[in-house]
């Protein structure tokens, strides 16, 4: 599995669609200071489902729309997709070539899809998991984040551990599930004191 291509349209700084073709092996993005390299990076990383607008160095998720410069007004909003060589079969879908899309308007509404096909994000999510990749997966490392291991309290390195070993997927869905029963619990409750005020 290789990223192949990434296509950006209206996301940061790249106002007019851009595509850029990655190899399989090291690929290395140069430019002068403020001219985008990050964005490429923030780009793979929201493509892939970051929900977090501070790991995107934003305050809020709208700021990754383009927000226009002097010659250009903004726009309204921001597309990334995501073309990823699944020979391999890496990721668990029936397609040797996998594109992902993430759409998000400047009203706030959000589209995703996969191969064309709109989805969910947690689709994207699960898709991605399953083979390491995405969200909380630690595979882009930022500036500030090897400093960020090293200082780690046991806690938070047992978490990255637990992210390797392909734990941290069962453990959110087990939180989740935990947070149905929960509020099933809730239900219980609130049903048997309409029951007795029946009575
Ligand atoms: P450095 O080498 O200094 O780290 P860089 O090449 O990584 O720089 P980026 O941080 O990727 O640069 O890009 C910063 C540029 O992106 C700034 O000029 C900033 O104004 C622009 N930018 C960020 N968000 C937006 C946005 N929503 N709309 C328009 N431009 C944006």
């Known amino acids: 599995m290789h990223l192949k ?7 940061k700084s790249f106002a007019s669609a851009t595509t850029l073709n990655f190899e399989p092996g090291v690929t290395c993005v140069v430019g002068p200071n403020g ?3 990050s964005n490429v990076v923030d780009a793979l990383a929201w493509v892939m489902g970051e929900q977090g607008a501070k790991s995107l160095r934003g305050g809020k998720m709208e700021d990754v729309i383009f927000a226009g410069t002097a010659g250009r007004p903004p726009l309204g909003r921001a597309e990334v997709s995501l073309t990823i060589d699944n020979t391999d079969g890496a990721l668990p879908i029936e397609y040797t070539e996998v594109t992902i899309s993430r759409t998000l308007f400047r009203n706030g509404g959000s589209e995703y899809a996969i191969n064309g096909r709109g989805c969910r994000l947690l689709d994207i999510q699960d898709l991605l998991s399953d083979s390491g990749l995405g969200r909380e997966m630690h595979v882009i490392v930022g500036q500030g984040q090897l400093d960020a291991v090293l200082r780690a309290t046991p806690e938070e390195r047992r978490g990255f ?12 869905r087990k ?11 809730a239900n219980l409750v609130r049903l048997g004191d309409l029951t007795s005020e029946i009575r």
């Open 175 to 185: 939180e989740k599930a935990l947070r149905k029963l929960d509020a099933m619990q």
């Open 35 to 37: 001219s985008g390299k």
């Open 5 to 11: 291509t990434l296509t950006l349209r209206g996301f």
């Open 161 to 172: 551990i637990e992210e390797a070993a392909g734990v941290l997927k069962h453990r959110k």
